[in-house]
């Protein structure tokens, strides 16, 4: 099955892109929550935090420095480096 996903940021024409294998777990992996800094994203991220700690996840924070704009090249980098999976606050 495929599933079709556009990126908002005005692409000219869609890439194909393979899906990464999804762990088998999370315990003992390290999950990165990025805060967009739109209103209350921080509450959604503190709620997802704690059921990661109780899955066995270390969890790392991030925020970009607004919502406006994609998050800077050196803080996708340190994501990209430093964790094994991601998860984007979108909440308003």
């Known amino acids: 099955m495929n599933t079709i996903v556009l990126d908002p940021t005005g692409e000219l024409r869609p890439q194909d892109r393979e899906r990464v294998a ?4 999370l315990d003992g992996l390290t999950v990165g929550l990025l805060d967009i800094s ?6 959604f991220l503190d709620r997802v935090e704690e059921k990661l700690n109780d899955l066995g996840a270390e969890v790392k924070r991030f925020a970009k420095p607004t919502f406006s704009k994609p998050a800077p ?3 996708r980098h340190e994501i990209a480096t430093s964790c094994d999976a991601v998860i984007e606050a979108l909440a308003d």
């Open 22 to 25: 999804r762990p088998e777990s």
């Open 73 to 75: 090249v050196d803080l």
């Open 38 to 43: 739109k209103p209350r994203g921080n509450v």
